[in-house]
């Protein structure tokens, strides 16, 4: 089973793709992949999902 499933799923229902969320945290897609193959801690976690809220809220935004 892959790790991280809860970042997974919630990028997923979110809409967005891994590389987008790589480039809002400042990163490769390959580089998180790598990041994300490993179980994160729940800081870790935290920071990645607050960055997946704030993306969907610009959408929203974006688009009225």
Known sequence: MKN???IR???DRAGFK???LATALGT???ALSR???QEL???QKQKIVKKIDEMS???KAENG
């Open 35 to 37: 990041t994300l193959r």
């Open 57 to 59: 809220e610009r959408r």
């Open 28 to 30: 490769s897609d390959s």
């Open 41 to 43: 801690s729940d800081e």
């Open 4 to 6: 991280n499933l809860d």
């Open 9 to 11: 799923f919630k990028l």
């Open 18 to 20: 891994l590389w987008e």
